[in-house]
């Protein structure tokens, strides 16, 4: 009797909680998008992707680093940022699809690209909702949503809430992280 009531005691407060606990700011990744909600998809915060085993392409750390440039591999195999203003794609209006300077996915358009003043490319969606991935990043003592490859698990950038409408959301990429390929031209790595 006491035990049951104890046990039922126990079942509510974790319930409790457990409803407490996805409205815990920065935990939005136990939440459910709504429609017509920003929509930020989240994973949960892995810390380290060392393996990368979960993305359809994967390659050592060798093989990167032998085809990838210097600044490439630090920015998108060991989460790096490029200089703000002075990065190439920053100013372009020029019109294509950009794509994963890693492996060739295909990433967002120059349609949904805009002047943001940040210093780095912004896009206000993807090309599509497989094209990234997001997660939590809370490196340097900020709570930050990355964007990385969902082909090849790359770090491209984060994700803000401080975007144009329709999305709300403001995806700072930086430039080496891209690859443009201009209108008319095919994006021959990732070609289905
Ligand atoms: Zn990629």
């Given amino acids: 009797m006491l035990t049951g009531s104890l046990i039922g005691g126990l079942a509510v407060f974790l319930s409790v909680f457990h409803g407490a606990a996805t409205s815990i700011p920065g935990r939005s990744y136990f939440a459910t998008v709504q429609p017509g909600q920003k929509h930020v998809e989240k994973t949960v915060n892995t810390q380290t992707d060392s393996t990368d085993m979960k993305y359809p392409i994967h390659k050592s750390k060798s093989e990167w680093k032998k085809e990838l440039t210097?600044?490439?591999?630090?920015?998108?195999?060991?989460?790096?940022?490029?200089?703000?203003?002075?990065?190439?794609?920053?100013?372009?209006?020029?019109?294509?699809?950009?794509?994963?300077?890693?492996?060739?996915?295909?990433?967002?358009?120059?349609?949904?690209?805009?002047?943001?003043?940040?210093?780095?490319?912004?896009?206000?969606?993807?090309?599509?909702?497989?094209?990234?991935?997001?997660?939590?990043?809370?490196?340097?003592?900020?709570?930050?949503?990355?964007?990385?490859?969902?082909?090849?698990?790359?770090?491209?950038?984060?994700?803000f809430e401080d975007g144009p409408e329709p999305t709300g959301l403001r995806y700072c990429i930086n430039s080496v992280a891209l690859d443009l390929v201009p209108k008319g031209q095919t994006a021959n790595k990732s070609e289905e």
Avoid at 86 to 92: C, M, Q
Avoid at 99 to 107: E, H, Q
Wanted: hydrophobic share 30%; glycine share 8%; proline share 3%.
């Fill in 70 to 159: 210097d600044s490439e591999y630090r920015i998108l195999r060991e989460k790096g940022t490029e200089l703000p203003f002075v990065n190439k794609y920053y100013k372009t209006d020029k019109k294509g699809v950009y794509v994963c300077a890693a492996c060739g996915n295909k990433l967002f358009t120059s349609k949904t690209k805009y002047h943001s003043g940040s210093g780095w490319p912004a896009f206000w969606k993807p090309i599509s909702k497989d094209a990234i991935v997001t997660k939590e990043d809370n490196n340097w003592l900020m709570k930050r949503t990355e964007v990385v490859c969902s082909q090849c698990g790359s770090h491209l950038g984060h994700v």
